[in-house]
């Protein structure tokens, strides 16, 4: 009994220190200073000053406590973001997943199976996203796969232009609790340290050929937009598949890290209004593109169909 007692604590002081800093300084403000600088105030005269004096002092280091428990905390997550996008660097897997038949199960539309063998997507799950580091694709994983795949898109006019809204989908989440985030994740497992001119290691954006060893030059970017997949079926999804989708860590495809110039450039546009200017990544880019949207049962428009086969001329 007296050890269960010493440690009743624990889970209501870990619980205090997750509150915001502000709130933690003001519990410790009325805590301890007030009761001090009442018993201050009505000391005599001779001895209020150094009492004055004291409270204070009690102050400042009740203000001091929340403060710097913040600054621990910040450097505590740095230190860990930097241990993940390290020790995940080493474990990612580059092998392509095998592809499947399954067919997404929510009220997503769906495209009619091939009469004839052709490549196969496999289909995303509603629940939560996983945080497995994805492998990396290459565009010579679709080589010749390419114009086999856009024949499998279902071709229909977007819906729903005007009723987008960002906030429809989740931001970036933590699923398995590790501290490393959807952005994270992505950035350890593109991480490359065989990049030519970057003896450290760092990152190749494929939209423009851009590499750097600095992680915040680049943002994440949704291959096939939120914008784009909100006009083209993803406004008839549940939350939680939007969610899935907006964090999707299964398909190394989905997302991207790419330097902040050519993301903020692409914006929401499908192919038939931006391309990468880095034309010997658009045999993977359309790949990537046909892959994401028959994975999530999208649809394309004949506009962007047209410029997608252009595009894999070459391919």
């Known amino acids: 009994m007296g050890l269960a007692a010493k440690t009743d604590w624990r889970p209501t002081w870990a619980a205090f220190r997750s509150q915001r800093r502000s ?6 403000v009325f805590a301890l200073p007030v009761p001090v600088w009442l018993w201050a105030v009505q000391l005599p005269n001779d001895r209020r000053a150094p009492a004055l004096t004291f409270a204070v002092m009690v102050t400042a280091f009740c203000l001091a406590v929340p403060i710097a428990g913040g600054v621990g905390e910040r450097r505590t997550a740095a230190a860990v973001e930097a241990a993940r996008l390290s020790s995940t660097t080493t474990s990612v897997s580059t092998s392509e997943p095998t592809p499947t038949t399954t067919a997404p199960t929510t009220g997503a539309p769906t495209t009619a199976p091939p009469t004839t063998a052709q490549p196969t997507i496999s289909a995303p799950v509603t629940a939560a996203p996983t945080t497995a580091a994805p492998a990396t694709t290459t565009a ?5 796969e390419v114009p086999a795949l856009i024949d499998q898109l279902s071709v229909a006019p977007e819906a729903d232009q005007g009723s987008y809204d960002r906030e429809l989908f989740a931001g970036w989440v933590d699923a398995d609790d590790d501290g490393c985030d959807t952005r994270c994740e992505v950035l350890a497992a593109e991480r ?3 990049l030519p001119g970057l003896p450290g290691g760092g990152w190749l954006s494929a939209y423009d050929g851009y590499t750097t060893p600095d992680s915040s030059e680049l943002e994440i970017d949704h291959l096939v937009p939120l914008g784009e997949a909100w006009r083209s079926g993803a406004s008839r999804w549940d939350p939680d598949r939007r969610a899935a989708f907006a964090n999707d860590l299964d398909a190394p495809e989905t997302l991207v890290a790419v330097s902040a110039a050519t993301n903020r450039s692409k914006s929401d546009s499908d192919p038939s209004e931006w391309q990468p200017p880095n034309t010997a990544s658009w045999c993977s880019y359309v790949g990537d593109w046909v892959t994401v949207k028959l994975r999530w049962g999208l649809t394309a428009d004949p506009g962007e169909v047209a410029a997608l086969a252009n595009m894999a001329a070459g391919c």
Do not use: C, E, I
């Open 23 to 28: 709130v933690q300084a003001l519990v410790w």
């Open 140 to 144: 010579a994983s679709l080589a010749g």
């Open 192 to 194: 490359d340290d065989s």
